[in-house]
T-cell receptor
Framework: NAGVTQTPKFQVLKTGQSMTLQCAQD?????MSWYRQDPGMGLRLIHY???????DQGEVPNGYNVSRSTTEDFPLRLLSAAPSQTSVYFC??????????????FGPGTRLTVT | DAKTTQPNSMESNEEEPVHLPCNHS???????IHWYRQLPSQGPEYVIH???SNVNNRMASLAIAEDRKSSTLILHRATLRDAAVYYC????????????FGPGTRLSVLP
């Protein structure tokens, strides 16, 4: 299994540009999520999905869109990039289901710089 | 979710045991205690989790206080590769799927 994969690894955008960060997992996990990590900080949840066709907002959703058309893929779209969105972005997946404690698997991250 | 408190940083010597503490005085009965770590320039990785009883796996041991208000992650023999930020996270298994990451403990391992 490749686990959780993310592309690109690095990206530089100009203010106002849009782009999509890709995330895919091959473990048939129901739950996927996007986090951002600013320097010296912990991770903050942007959006998450509990299954194909179902998404919801996390702690810091403004400026980002997501969709989940398949179990495997969960892309994150930046609508109009701003310098405040300079960060490292991590995608994660886990088995779903309330009442059970499953581990999360994280991708290697995308380092985004907005100038 | 209940909050956790961890020291900002700790140091250990290589090949010695390391005890990373976590306080969670407001833990509820359905909160699992999870530990993740983040090596430099990598995504977080799962270490261990438990509910009430102590847990062991190939990476570490988790010791949970009898009142569950604190726990300790134990690395039995620290290696240079164990230098990372360690996150202690509480997760209510009935309250959704999200994990809340605090700032964690930065562990330095000295050769």
């Amino acid at each position: 299994n490749a686990g959780v994969t993310q592309t690109p690894k690095f990206q530089v955008l100009k203010t106002g540009q849009s782009m999509t960060l890709q995330c895919a997992q091959d473990m048939n996990h129901e739950y996927m999520s996007w986090y951002r990590q600013d320097p010296g900080m912990g991770l903050r949840l942007i959006h998450y999905s509990v299954g194909a066709g179902i998404t919801d907002q996390g702690e810091v959703p403004n400026g980002y869109n997501v969709s989940r058309s398949t179990t495997e893929d969960f892309p994150l779209r930046l609508l109009s990039a701003a310098p405040s969105q300079t960060s490292v972005y991590f995608c994660a997946s886990k088995r779903g289901g309330n009442g059970r404690a499953y581990e999360q698997y994280f991708g290697p991250g995308t380092r985004l710089t907005v100038t | 979710d209940a909050k956790t408190t961890q020291p900002n940083s700790m140091e250990s010597n290589e090949e010695e045991p390391v005890h990373l503490p976590c306080n969670h005085s407001t833990i509820s009965g359905t909160d699992y205690i999870h530990w993740y770590r983040q090596l430099p320039s990598q995504g977080p990785e799962y270490v261990i989790h438990g509910l009430t009883s102590n847990v062991n796996n190939r990476m570490a041991s988790l010791a949970i206080a009898e009142d569950r208000k604190s726990s300790t992650l134990i690395l039995h023999r620290a290696t240079l590769r164990d230098a990372a930020v360690y996150y202690c996270i509480l997760r209510d298994v009935w309250a959704g799927q999200n994990f809340v990451f605090g700032p964690g403990t930065r562990l330095s391992v000295l050769p």
